[in-house]
Protein backbone atom coordinates (compact mmCIF):
# COMPACT_ATOMS: atom_id res chain seq x y z
CA UNK A 1 0.00 0.00 0.00
CA UNK A 2 2.90 2.05 0.98
CA UNK A 3 4.71 1.94 -2.28
CA UNK A 4 1.67 1.97 -4.57
CA UNK A 5 0.54 5.28 -2.52
CA UNK A 6 4.35 6.59 -3.03
CA UNK A 7 4.41 5.88 -6.99
CA UNK A 8 1.02 7.50 -6.84
CA UNK A 9 1.91 10.51 -5.57
CA UNK A 10 4.92 10.58 -7.66
CA UNK A 11 2.48 9.96 -10.80
CA UNK A 12 0.08 12.45 -10.20
CA UNK A 13 3.20 15.72 -9.08
CA UNK A 14 4.54 14.78 -12.98
CA UNK A 15 1.10 15.08 -14.26
CA UNK A 16 0.36 18.27 -12.36
CA UNK A 17 3.52 19.32 -12.57
CA UNK A 18 3.55 19.85 -8.84
CA UNK A 19 6.52 20.21 -6.47
CA UNK A 20 6.67 19.26 -2.66
CA UNK A 21 8.03 21.27 -0.23
CA UNK A 22 8.84 19.69 3.41
CA UNK A 23 9.93 20.97 6.48
CA UNK A 24 12.84 19.00 8.26
CA UNK A 25 9.53 18.64 11.63
CA UNK A 26 7.88 16.62 8.76
CA UNK A 27 7.36 12.73 9.23
CA UNK A 28 10.09 10.52 8.27
CA UNK A 29 7.27 9.49 4.68
CA UNK A 30 6.53 12.74 4.15
CA UNK A 31 10.50 13.50 4.09
CA UNK A 32 10.89 10.81 1.95
CA UNK A 33 8.93 11.95 -0.45
CA UNK A 34 9.28 15.34 -0.68
CA UNK A 35 11.54 17.29 -3.57
CA UNK A 36 12.79 19.94 -1.48
CA UNK A 37 13.32 19.48 2.58
CA UNK A 38 14.28 22.16 4.59
CA UNK A 39 14.22 24.99 7.57
CA UNK A 40 12.10 27.60 7.28
CA UNK A 41 14.76 29.97 5.25
CA UNK A 42 15.54 27.27 3.19
CA UNK A 43 11.95 26.23 1.92
CA UNK A 44 11.47 30.42 1.06
CA UNK A 45 14.64 30.54 -1.03
CA UNK A 46 13.88 27.47 -2.86
CA UNK A 47 10.49 28.31 -3.63
CA UNK A 48 11.55 31.66 -5.06
CA UNK A 49 13.50 29.77 -7.84
CA UNK A 50 10.88 26.67 -9.19
CA UNK A 51 9.24 26.49 -11.67
CA UNK A 52 6.15 24.33 -10.59
CA UNK A 53 2.66 25.81 -11.21
CA UNK A 54 1.92 23.64 -8.17
CA UNK A 55 3.48 23.50 -4.57
CA UNK A 56 2.43 21.28 -2.24
CA UNK A 57 3.72 22.35 1.45
CA UNK A 58 4.10 20.02 4.20
CA UNK A 59 4.33 21.96 7.16
CA UNK A 60 2.40 24.83 8.90
CA UNK A 61 0.30 27.76 8.31
CA UNK A 62 2.77 29.98 8.74
CA UNK A 63 5.19 28.47 5.89
CA UNK A 64 2.46 27.87 3.48
CA UNK A 65 1.13 31.40 3.75
CA UNK A 66 5.46 32.77 2.89
CA UNK A 67 5.44 30.78 0.10
CA UNK A 68 1.89 32.26 -1.10
CA UNK A 69 3.34 35.18 -0.63
CA UNK A 70 6.49 35.07 -2.22
CA UNK A 71 4.74 33.47 -5.48
CA UNK A 72 1.46 34.84 -5.59
CA UNK A 73 0.83 33.41 -9.02
CA UNK A 74 1.70 30.09 -8.18
CA UNK A 75 -1.41 27.26 -6.22
CA UNK A 76 -0.04 26.74 -3.17
CA UNK A 77 -1.85 24.06 -1.36
CA UNK A 78 -1.06 23.23 2.12
CA UNK A 79 -2.68 19.41 2.83
CA UNK A 80 -3.85 20.03 6.69
CA UNK A 81 -5.41 23.38 6.52
CA UNK A 82 -5.73 23.06 10.69
CA UNK A 83 -1.62 22.77 11.25
CA UNK A 84 -1.21 25.97 13.08
CA UNK A 85 1.91 27.05 15.26
CA UNK A 86 1.11 27.45 19.05
CA UNK A 87 4.40 30.02 19.05
CA UNK A 88 2.47 32.29 15.90
CA UNK A 89 -0.56 32.63 18.30
CA UNK A 90 1.03 34.39 20.80
CA UNK A 91 1.81 37.28 18.33
CA UNK A 92 -1.34 39.34 17.39
CA UNK A 93 -0.85 42.60 14.33
CA UNK A 94 -2.35 44.58 17.47
CA UNK A 95 0.77 43.66 19.50
CA UNK A 96 3.15 44.89 17.06
CA UNK A 97 1.26 48.54 16.67
CA UNK A 98 1.19 49.10 20.20
CA UNK A 99 4.80 47.68 20.69
CA UNK A 100 5.94 50.28 17.65
CA UNK A 101 3.45 53.17 19.18
CA UNK A 102 5.41 52.86 22.63
CA UNK A 103 8.92 52.82 21.13
CA UNK A 104 8.93 55.47 18.42
CA UNK A 105 11.77 54.45 15.64
CA UNK A 106 12.08 51.02 16.30
CA UNK A 107 12.06 48.14 13.72
CA UNK A 108 9.65 45.32 14.36
CA UNK A 109 11.71 42.10 13.63
CA UNK A 110 9.05 39.32 13.18
CA UNK A 111 9.67 35.60 13.02
CA UNK A 112 8.74 33.45 10.10
CA UNK A 113 7.07 31.95 12.66
CA UNK A 114 3.72 34.10 12.96
CA UNK A 115 1.15 35.09 10.76
CA UNK A 116 0.57 37.01 7.73
CA UNK A 117 -1.18 39.41 9.27
CA UNK A 118 1.72 39.70 11.81
CA UNK A 119 4.19 40.26 8.92
CA UNK A 120 2.42 42.61 7.46
CA UNK A 121 2.77 45.35 9.83
CA UNK A 122 6.47 44.45 10.55
CA UNK A 123 9.75 46.18 9.06
CA UNK A 124 11.17 43.06 8.32
CA UNK A 125 11.28 39.01 9.36
CA UNK A 126 13.74 36.91 10.31
CA UNK A 127 14.12 33.05 10.59
CA UNK A 128 16.35 31.54 13.39
CA UNK A 129 19.41 30.74 10.74
CA UNK A 130 19.54 34.63 10.02
CA UNK A 131 18.29 36.35 13.14
CA UNK A 132 21.01 38.02 14.43
CA UNK A 133 22.09 39.17 10.95
CA UNK A 134 18.55 41.01 10.02
CA UNK A 135 18.63 42.45 13.51
CA UNK A 136 22.52 43.52 13.01
CA UNK A 137 21.38 45.20 9.36
CA UNK A 138 19.22 47.15 11.31
CA UNK A 139 20.40 51.49 11.62
CA UNK A 140 18.48 52.04 15.11
CA UNK A 141 19.86 51.32 18.25
CA UNK A 142 16.54 49.80 19.81
CA UNK A 143 14.49 46.54 18.09
CA UNK A 144 11.20 44.96 18.44
CA UNK A 145 11.28 41.28 18.14
CA UNK A 146 8.97 38.54 18.97
CA UNK A 147 7.11 36.22 19.14
CA UNK A 148 10.04 33.97 20.84
CA UNK A 149 11.94 35.51 23.09
CA UNK A 150 14.26 32.61 23.65
CA UNK A 151 15.63 33.62 20.17
CA UNK A 152 15.65 37.18 20.50
CA UNK A 153 17.33 36.23 24.04
CA UNK A 154 19.84 34.30 21.73
CA UNK A 155 19.76 37.54 19.58
CA UNK A 156 20.82 39.53 22.35
CA UNK A 157 24.19 37.98 23.04
CA UNK A 158 24.74 37.82 19.30
CA UNK A 159 24.13 41.43 19.12
CA UNK A 160 24.83 43.04 22.44
CA UNK A 161 25.24 46.41 20.48
CA UNK A 162 21.26 46.44 20.40
CA UNK A 163 19.17 46.96 22.91
CA UNK A 164 16.49 43.77 22.32
CA UNK A 165 12.16 44.35 23.45
CA UNK A 166 10.62 41.53 23.13
CA UNK A 167 6.89 41.55 21.77
CA UNK A 168 5.43 39.46 23.70
CA UNK A 169 7.43 39.51 26.85
CA UNK A 170 8.22 35.76 27.26
CA UNK A 171 6.67 33.75 24.28
CA UNK A 172 7.74 30.90 23.07
CA UNK A 173 7.68 27.57 21.34
CA UNK A 174 6.37 24.65 23.76
CA UNK A 175 8.47 21.61 21.73
CA UNK A 176 11.71 23.55 22.23
CA UNK A 177 10.73 24.62 26.14
CA UNK A 178 10.58 21.20 27.55
CA UNK A 179 14.39 20.55 26.71
CA UNK A 180 16.56 20.91 30.02
CA UNK A 181 20.05 21.18 31.10
CA UNK A 182 19.58 17.71 31.94
CA UNK A 183 19.67 17.01 27.91
CA UNK A 184 22.78 18.27 27.59
CA UNK A 185 24.42 17.05 30.55
CA UNK A 186 23.00 13.27 29.34
CA UNK A 187 24.74 13.49 26.16
CA UNK A 188 27.94 14.40 27.57
CA UNK A 189 27.90 11.74 30.18
CA UNK A 190 28.01 9.42 26.94
CA UNK A 191 30.07 11.50 24.88
CA UNK A 192 28.04 12.94 22.41
CA UNK A 193 28.38 16.18 20.92
CA UNK A 194 25.16 19.04 21.87
CA UNK A 195 23.35 20.80 19.80
CA UNK A 196 20.68 22.81 20.40
CA UNK A 197 17.98 25.20 18.33
CA UNK A 198 18.34 28.72 19.16
CA UNK A 199 14.43 28.48 20.81
CA UNK A 200 15.51 26.70 23.63
CA UNK A 201 15.87 28.34 27.29
CA UNK A 202 18.53 30.32 27.83
CA UNK A 203 20.31 27.64 30.61
CA UNK A 204 19.83 24.86 28.00
CA UNK A 205 21.81 26.74 24.96
CA UNK A 206 24.65 27.98 27.46
CA UNK A 207 24.78 24.04 28.07
CA UNK A 208 25.38 22.67 24.57
CA UNK A 209 28.13 22.97 21.77
CA UNK A 210 26.37 24.41 19.25
CA UNK A 211 23.41 26.78 18.87
CA UNK A 212 22.34 26.66 15.60
CA UNK A 213 18.87 26.28 13.15
CA UNK A 214 17.73 23.12 11.68
CA UNK A 215 19.38 24.03 8.28
CA UNK A 216 22.80 24.86 10.65
CA UNK A 217 22.56 21.57 12.17
CA UNK A 218 23.02 19.84 8.68
CA UNK A 219 25.97 21.48 8.24
CA UNK A 220 27.39 20.88 11.68
CA UNK A 221 26.84 17.42 12.01
CA UNK A 222 29.70 16.55 9.84
CA UNK A 223 32.39 17.28 12.56
CA UNK A 224 31.51 14.65 14.77
CA UNK A 225 30.70 11.14 15.06
CA UNK A 226 27.48 11.27 17.59
CA UNK A 227 25.27 14.18 18.75
CA UNK A 228 22.19 15.14 20.81
CA UNK A 229 19.97 17.37 18.80
CA UNK A 230 18.04 19.49 21.22
CA UNK A 231 14.77 19.98 18.87
CA UNK A 232 12.10 18.78 17.50
CA UNK A 233 12.55 14.73 17.15
CA UNK A 234 12.14 14.56 13.18
CA UNK A 235 15.01 16.00 13.03
CA UNK A 236 17.25 13.21 13.99
CA UNK A 237 15.60 11.61 11.59
CA UNK A 238 16.74 14.30 8.63
CA UNK A 239 20.32 14.02 9.82
CA UNK A 240 20.84 10.51 10.17
CA UNK A 241 19.13 10.03 6.74
CA UNK A 242 22.10 12.76 5.67
CA UNK A 243 24.46 11.38 7.69
CA UNK A 244 24.10 7.55 7.93
CA UNK A 245 27.26 6.40 9.60
CA UNK A 246 26.92 8.89 12.69
CA UNK A 247 24.19 8.50 15.52
CA UNK A 248 22.11 11.02 16.48
CA UNK A 249 19.80 10.90 19.81
CA UNK A 250 16.55 13.34 20.66
CA UNK A 251 13.79 13.18 23.22
CA UNK A 252 11.06 11.25 22.00
CA UNK A 253 8.72 13.59 23.63
CA UNK A 254 9.61 16.23 21.45
CA UNK A 255 6.80 16.34 19.27
CA UNK A 256 4.92 19.11 17.11
CA UNK A 257 1.13 17.72 16.87
CA UNK A 258 0.79 20.07 14.02
CA UNK A 259 3.65 19.24 11.88
CA UNK A 260 2.60 15.71 12.07
CA UNK A 261 -1.06 15.72 10.64
CA UNK A 262 0.39 15.54 7.19
CA UNK A 263 0.28 11.83 5.73
CA UNK A 264 0.77 10.34 2.66
CA UNK A 265 -3.01 10.18 2.02
CA UNK A 266 -3.04 13.96 2.23
CA UNK A 267 -0.47 14.86 0.01
CA UNK A 268 -2.16 12.48 -2.55
CA UNK A 269 -5.49 13.64 -2.56
CA UNK A 270 -4.38 17.05 -1.95
CA UNK A 271 -2.64 16.86 -5.85
CA UNK A 272 -5.92 14.98 -7.04
CA UNK A 273 -8.35 17.98 -6.04
CA UNK A 274 -5.47 20.23 -6.31
CA UNK A 275 -6.48 21.89 -2.91
CA UNK A 276 -7.05 22.84 -0.08
CA UNK A 277 -5.26 25.72 -1.64
CA UNK A 278 -3.73 28.89 -0.35
CA UNK A 279 -5.85 32.12 -0.43
CA UNK A 280 -4.63 35.13 0.70
CA UNK A 281 -5.78 38.64 -0.07
CA UNK A 282 -3.99 40.84 -2.38
CA UNK A 283 -3.71 43.79 -0.23
CA UNK A 284 -2.11 41.54 2.47
CA UNK A 285 0.24 39.56 0.54
CA UNK A 286 1.77 42.93 -1.13
CA UNK A 287 2.05 44.26 2.88
CA UNK A 288 3.40 41.37 3.97
CA UNK A 289 5.91 40.68 0.93
CA UNK A 290 7.83 43.48 1.88
CA UNK A 291 9.43 42.59 4.66
CA UNK A 292 9.87 38.51 3.66
CA UNK A 293 11.75 40.16 0.79
CA UNK A 294 13.31 42.45 2.55
CA UNK A 295 15.30 39.90 4.76
CA UNK A 296 15.75 37.84 2.15
CA UNK A 297 18.11 40.55 0.46
CA UNK A 298 19.98 40.07 3.92
CA UNK A 299 20.38 36.76 4.23
CA UNK A 300 23.50 34.85 2.95
CA UNK A 301 23.26 31.10 1.34
CA UNK A 302 25.52 29.25 3.82
CA UNK A 303 28.34 27.05 2.03
Sequence with gaps: ?????????????????AV???????????????DVVGDSLELAQ?????????????????????????????????PAPDAGCPLADQLTPEMILAAKEAHPGAEMVTYVNSTAACKAVSDITCTSSNAADVVRSLKGDTVLFGPDSNLGGFVQEQVPEKTIIMV????????????TTKDAAWAKEQGLMTMCHPECPEDVRHACDIITSTGGMIREAKEAPGWMVLTEREMAFRLQTEYPKKNFYTRDSAVCED???ITLKMV??????????????????EKARAPIERMLAVSKPKE
Design 20 to 34: ILAHNYQPPEIQDIA
Design 1 to 17: MGFRLFRRIKQLQKEKK
Design 259 to 261: MKK
Design 168 to 179: PEGGNCPVHAIF
Design 268 to 285: GKSLLDEGPEVILPDDLM
Design 46 to 78: HATTLKEDIMIVCGVQFMAETVKILCPDKKVIL
